[in-house]
């Protein structure tokens, strides 16, 4: 079992690109979570998927950022027209059953330049 | 809504001695209660995990304690040693674990211990 597998590990954009960053959760794992880390501070929730549905998406921005969690692939967290203030470590999670806690990926660190 | 403190924030201690990391929260109905620790540009690296109906939690040199009832936790490292380096982060999950509830993450403590 390979983990949480996340991609790619860092990524440079410029001011007004789109990032995209993707998230492979554990094997026989549906449920997938994202975290967003800013320097200094704690990790914040942003979105909660499973497959083809999102269940919690309240800790996402309003605006430029949307995720998913189709049937086949990855979960892809999609940023638009990013700004330096979105630069941040972006972590993944996924859990089987509650009674087993979260496993995270190693992140993928987002430099806007 | 849940918040999650931890003390001290950074803690710098020779090697070999016993240390306590303390983790409070402010909603005590919670699920369960995870420690993490987190290596420089790394991930996450579970620790341990415990149940909202469980006392504490062992694994190796490490020893979690949970009282839900005052909303605090301690994680205890024995016979500390350098690579036990890293930031030690506490988290919660909320509710009855069978709703939409993520993970409330407290800052850390950045722990540091000398050779």
């Known amino acids: 079992n390979a983990g949480v597998m996340q991609n790619p590990r860092h990524l440079v954009r410029r001011r007004g690109q789109e990032a995209r960053l993707r998230c492979s959760p554990m094997?026989?794992?549906?449920?997938v979570y994202w975290y967003r880390q800013l320097p200094e501070e704690g990790l914040k929730f942003m979105v909660y998927?499973?497959?083809?549905?999102?269940?919690?998406e309240s800790g996402m921005p309003k605006e430029r950022f949307s995720a998913e969690f189709p049937k086949e692939g990855p979960s892809i967290l999609r940023i638009q027209q990013v700004v330096r203030g979105d630069s941040a470590a972006y972590f993944c999670?996924?859990?089987?059953?509650?009674?087993?806690?979260?496993?995270f990926g190693s992140g993928t660190r987002l430099t806007v330049v | 809504k849940q918040e999650v403190t931890q003390i001290p924030a950074a803690l710098s201690v020779p090697e070999g001695e016993n240390l306590v990391l303390n983790c409070s929260f402010t909603?005590?109905?919670?699920?369960?209660l995870q420690w993490f620790r987190q290596d420089p540009g790394k991930g996450l690296t579970s620790l341990l995990l415990?149940?909202?109906?469980?006392r504490e939690q062992t694994s190796g040199r490490l020893n979690a304690s949970l009282d839900k009832s005052s909303g605090r936790s301690t994680l205890y490292i024995a016979a500390s040693q350098p690579g036990d380096s890293a930031t030690y982060l506490c988290?919660?999950?909320?509710?009855?674990?069978?709703?939409?509830?993520?993970?409330?993450f407290g800052k850390g403590t950045h722990l540091i211990i000398q050779p």
């Open positions: 415990i149940q909202s109906s469980q």
């Open positions: 998927l499973q497959k083809e549905n999102i269940i919690d």
């Open positions: 999670a996924s859990e089987g059953a509650r009674s087993y806690g979260y496993t």
């Open positions: 909603d005590s109905a919670i699920y369960n």
């Open positions: 094997k026989g794992h549906s449920h």
């Open positions: 988290a919660v999950i909320n509710g009855d674990g069978g709703g939409a509830d993520g993970l409330t």
